[in-house]
């Protein structure tokens, strides 16, 4: 089976940077990648990792180690609208088709 | 504007009763995904496909079935066999890249 494990809540200041962890365990691996879903919404895409290292978009930036079955969404400079969930997923392509196992998510809370 | 449309935003079923929830995007896109979230959870698959005419279920299919006779269409069919299914639902496609796009969902609630 696959599994993912993901802090359940973190709580900043605005402007401040939060680091938010994701480890899993998969069978067939083909990347890692992040959606952020704001209360009642629908889950955005913010990025993906397929090769080891650091992909940087914007005040987001997203890390992947795939020999430590790890990785990492970084959200820097933060805004009171980064306020929402943040879900890791990991990627399987099987033989049907490229699908998606979600972790259990991160709810970031945003303080002034 | 492309996008993926779902309806109806609400939906209530009394027990016993099969609903059908609709997903319909003109993005284009081969493949689709219906996934339902508990509050305070992540998603989990229930069905998907890559192109039409073929399915296969996910990892939470069983109360579940689906079709999809065309492209952009992909609806979803909640039957009396699924026992608990109050639930947050959300339909998302993509291309051969590995972003999926999510339309806005669809709350079932059992009365």
């Known amino acids: 089976g696959q599994s993912l494990e993901q802090p359940s809540e973190v709580t900043a200041v605005e402007g401040a940077i939060v680091q938010i962890n994701c480890t899993y365990q998969t069978s067939g691996f083909y990347g890692l990648s992040w959606y952020q879903q704001h209360d009642g919404g629908a889950p955005t895409f913010l990025s993906y990792n397929g090769l080891d290292g650091l992909e940087e978009t914007g005040r987001f930036s997203s890390f992947l180690s795939r020999s430590d079955s790890y990785g990492y969404l970084l959200l820097q400079e933060l805004q009171m609208k980064d306020s929402a969930s943040y879900f890791c997923a990991v990627s399987s392509l099987k033989a049907a088709g490229n699908k998606l196992t979600f972790g259990g998510g991160t709810r970031v809370l945003v303080k002034p | 504007d492309g996008g993926i449309t779902q309806s109806p935003k609400y939906l209530f079923r009394k027990e016993g009763q099969n609903v059908t929830l609709s997903c319909e995007q003109n993005l284009n896109h081969d493949a689709m995904y219906w996934y339902r979230q508990d509050p305070g959870q992540g998603l989990r698959l229930i069905y998907y496909?890559?192109?039409?005419?073929?399915?296969q279920k996910g990892d939470i299919a069983e109360g579940y079935s689906v079709s999809r006779e065309k492209k952009e269409s992909f609806p979803l069919t909640v039957t009396s066999a699924q026992k608990n299914p109050t639930a947050f639902y959300l339909c998302?496609?993509?291309?051969?890249?590995?972003?999926?796009?999510f339309g806005p969902g669809t709350r079932l609630t059992v009365l």
């Open positions: 998302a496609s993509s291309t051969a890249d590995n972003e999926q796009f």
């Open positions: 496909s890559q192109i039409v005419n073929d399915f």
